[in-house]
């Protein structure tokens, strides 16, 4: 698929993965709106990162936020792509010295990462599904969602994180078979560890620990890593109803 000229989608644009991957999708000349929170927008604002991007302040699980985003995207292009970004990632055990798992944290985590997934994708399959096609087998468009290999492979203190990507990553074949019908195709990118501004706050030798169970290449991921194969799986058309593990042969220990 050709994006040129065309609307992207990406949510959690403001850092990590999202701005890198929204970011190259302008580079390559497609019209890139970025959703996440307005706080999240001042900061990538502050910093300089929103060159080539327009931000828009919407959360992921208002229907009301994300209509609008789609709204204003399809206006200025047809929507060809979407990338879910959004997400966050607490950390808590089920029962712990602290006390049990708080269930209100559990549900948060939930409705951002697979509610919000789903509440994106769901909107931007409608928008898509009356567009008109781009090629002779009839494509509309692309969905890319974001897993983890937590969803495989979920650590102590991970259960509220692995449930969300979990579901995010059995939605995939799903909505692929059910999306089929209309030429948009889905797949799921599941990143090991990637390098974000928390784990650039640890100390050195924490981060050489994490690279050192990385079997290759021994690094921690890199959020243009991510932008690459999106980019990838949005150029190549049959690849479809897909999961990526992109880990670095990554399988994670127990904690």
Do not use: W
């Amino acid at each position: 698929m050709d994006i040129k000229g065309a609307s992207v989608i990406v949510t959690g644009a403001a850092s990590g993965l999202g701005n890198a991957t929204a970011r190259s999708f302008a580079e390559k000349g497609a019209v890139v709106f970025g959703l996440d929170l307005q706080q999240s927008i001042d900061k990538a604002v502050e910093q300089g990162i929103d060159e080539g991007i327009t931000l828009i302040a919407a959360d992921v699980t208002s229907e009301d936020d994300v209509k609008a985003a789609i709204a204003r995207a399809t206006e200025a292009a047809p929507l060809r792509v979407v990338v879910n970004c959004a997400g966050i990632a607490p950390a808590a055990r089920i029962v712990s010295k602290k006390g049990v798992h708080a269930l209100d944290l559990f549900e948060t985590c939930i409705s951002v990462n697979l509610v919000g997934t789903f509440n994106v994708l769901r909107l931007a399959a409608e928008a898509m599904s009356t567009q008109d096609t781009v090629d002779e087998d009839g494509q509309r468009g692309v969905i890319i969602n974001t897993a983890s290999v937590a969803a495989y492979e979920g650590q102590v203190g991970q259960i509220a994180y692995a449930a969300s990507k979990g579901g995010v990553y059995s939605m995939g074949i799903c909505a692929a078979r059910d999306l089929a019908q209309f030429g948009i195709r889905v797949n799921t990118i599941a990143p090991g560890t990637i390098e974000t501004p928390m784990l650039k706050g640890l100390t050195e030798e924490f981060q050489k620990s994490l690279e050192a169970a990385i079997p290759f290449p021994s690094r921690l991921g890199r959020p243009s890593d991510y932008a690459q194969l999106a980019n990838a799986i949005v150029e190549h058309d049959y690849l479809n109803g897909e999961s990526f593990r992109m880990d670095g042969a990554l399988r994670m220990a127990p904690r």
